[in-house]
């Protein structure tokens, strides 16, 4: 499996976990609102520390957005395109968020893909404050109040990346991070096997993979590549992943993952419900 020699130490704990119950919430997205308004008030105002988010449908005008990109030097593995901003209405395929905390303030972090006004299919992160709602969608949320993500210098990647904390507790969901070079099929089935989780849903959840191998033959080359869960499910212990995966170029790919050759990038934040 290929790897990435990230600028910092390594971290010899690979995968941090927490159980908790998630709540599950359901709300609009308010026209007139910048999208970090209209996805964290509902999510500050039910009590979440954390949570994973998930939206289809609904449109943004302004829309800034930026891509995955190579680094500048070695200070990272990879960072990001310059802002882009289509004139124009901009529609959203799907978008996941993780919802937290950065400086003691909501926070949200948004991979998506859409379709910008000239028809042109792409996707990449989000930038929240700057995109506005011009037609609502429903937001599923599933929040925690145990469990505290907030935004922390990372040294081993040199990003502020956000990080699960708190005292795990009964329930049936997981809030987890995996970091570089974890393949992200079978950290899923670590992360259910910790926490006695024989079938789940992967609620929400996104990151970043090196690359991207599908279980049909197709493949994304690029180093680094923004990712956001379609779809995931844990059957009797295993993990399948339905993913889509923008390229360097804001491309848009998308598939189910080959278990064991896919490692993550920077990052990977993930919700896991128990079935049933």
């Not at 119950?21 to 007139?32: Q, T």
């Not at 037609?135 to 956000?162: H, M, Q, Y």
């Amino acid at each position: 499996m290929r790897t990435l020699v990230q600028p910092g130490p390594v971290h010899p704990v690979r995968i941090d976990s927490f159980s908790g119950e998630p709540v599950k919430l359901r709300y609009v997205l308010r026209p007139g609102l910048s999208l970090h308004e209209a996805m964290t008030g509902p999510l500050v105002a039910a009590g979440f520390q954390s949570a994973t988010l998930m939206l289809r449908g609904g449109a943004l005008n302004p829309f800034r957005y930026v891509m995955p990109g190579p680094a500048d030097n070695a200070s990272h593995v990879a960072y990001f395109t310059a802002p882009r901003a289509p004139v124009g209405v901009t529609w959203i395929d799907q978008a996941n968020a993780t919802f937290g905390w950065a400086d003691g303030k909501p926070f949200l972090h948004t991979h998506a893909a859409w379709v910008e006004p000239d028809g042109t299919r792409r996707g990449g992160h989000i930038l929240n404050a700057d995109s506005y709602v011009c037609a609502g969608a429903v937001v599923e949320a599933w929040g925690f109040a145990n469990i505290r993500v907030a935004a922390s210098p990372d040294a081993e990647t040199n990003f502020p990346l956000f990080q699960p904390t708190g005292k795990s507790v009964d329930g049936r969901g997981v809030f987890a991070r995996a970091k570089p070079n974890e393949d992200i099929t079978i950290a899923v089935e670590t992360i259910a096997a910790r926490h006695g989780i024989r079938n789940g849903i992967v609620r929400g959840s996104l990151g970043s993979l090196i690359g991207a191998r599908f279980a049909d033959g197709t493949s994304v080359e690029d180093h680094a590549t923004e990712v956001l869960v379609r779809d995931g499910a844990v059957r009797d212990g295993r993990a399948e992943l339905d993913l889509l995966v923008v390229d360097m170029r804001g491309q848009v790919h998308g598939g189910t993952l080959v278990r064991g050759d896919n490692p993550v990038c920077i990052t990977f934040d993930l919700v896991l419900e128990a079935a049933g």
